[in-house]
C-alpha cells in the first residue's frame, strides 16, 4: 500500500441494503466479498475483502435477519452507500484512548466487542468509537484485536488499496485530532467532508467514496 496509514486496519463501508451493496462491490472489484459475521449488539452483518497487508474492507449493513434496526455507523439512516470512516489497530487500547484524550481528541470509550464467523468462531476484540463518528467518520476508531485472529489472515479475497485521502471544510481541526491518535491521512480543503479510497482489483482502478 502506498500512500496509507501503515496501522489501517480497515476501510468501513456502509451500505443501506446488505446483500445489493456487497453485489455492487463485488461487481466493482472484481472480487466477491466473503462473509465476516453478525453482530448481535448492533444488528448489523458483515462482508470482507483485503486490501494487502494486514488491512481489509468491511462492508457493513443492517443483518437482515435483526429484529431491530442497526445502531452502528449511522446505518439506521444511510440511504446510500458509503465510505463512513475507517479504523486503526492499537496493541494497547486503554494507553491509546488515554493518549489521545490527552492531546485534545475523546475517541470513545474502549467496550468489548465480538462476532462469529460463517464456520463459528467466536471473534472478540475491544474498540473505542463515537457515534457518529468524529469528523464526519475522517478520524479513525481505535481497534485492539488482542489475541484474537485477524480478518485479513482468514484468506480473504485481495485487492490493492493504492491510496486513501479525504477533504473537509476546515482541514486543520481534522489535523489536530488525526494527530492526537497518531496517524496520517492525506487532508485537503473542499466544501463536503469526504474519505476516499483508491482501490485496484481485476476490474481496474476504482474508488469508493
Keep these: 500500500m502506498t500512500n496509507v496509514e501503515p496501522r489501517l486496519d480497515h476501510l468501513v463501508y456502509g451500505v ?13 472489484l472484481g472480487v466477491d466479498p466473503v462473509p465476516g459475521g453478525r453482530h448481535p449488539d448492533n444488528g448489523t452483518q ?3 475483502v483485503g ?4 488491512a481489509y474492507l468491511e462492508v457493513i449493513g443492517p443483518d437482515p435477519t435483526a429484529t431491530r434496526p442497526p445502531t452502528a455507523f449511522g446505518l439506521a439512516t444511510l440511504t446510500v452507500p458509503r465510505l463512513v470512516t475507517w479504523a486503526v489497530r492499537t496493541p494497547d487500547l486503554d494507553q491509546a484512548v488515554s493518549d489521545a484524550r ?5 475517541p470513545g470509550e474502549p467496550r468489548p466487542m465480538s462476532r462469529r464467523t460463517p464456520d463459528g468462531q467466536l ?13 464526519d467518520g475522517l478520524v479513525p476508531f481505535l481497534i485492539d484485536w488482542g489475541s484474537a485472529p485477524h480478518p485479513a489472515d482468514s484468506g480473504l479475497p485481495q485487492v490493492r488499496l493504492l491510496a486513501l485521502r479525504a477533504e473537509h471544510p476546515d482541514p486543520e481541526s481534522v489535523r489536530a485530532d488525526l494527530r492526537a491518535v497518531g496517524v496520517h491521512l492525506e487532508l485537503t ?3 463536503a467532508p469526504t474519505l476516499r479510497a483508491e482501490i485496484e482489483g481485476p ?3 476504482v474508488e469508493l467514496r
Design 203 to 205: 476490474g481496474g482502478r
Design 16 to 28: 443501506p441494503d446488505l446483500l445489493a451493496g456487497v453485489r455492487a462491490v463485488a461487481d466493482l
Design 46 to 48: 458483515n462482508y470482507l
Design 189 to 191: 480543503r473542499a466544501d
Design 102 to 106: 490527552g492531546a485534545g481528541h475523546d
Design 51 to 54: 486490501l494487502g497487508g494486514r
Design 123 to 135: 471473534l472478540e476484540w475491544r474498540l473505542a468509537k463515537r457515534e457518529p463518528s468524529p469528523r
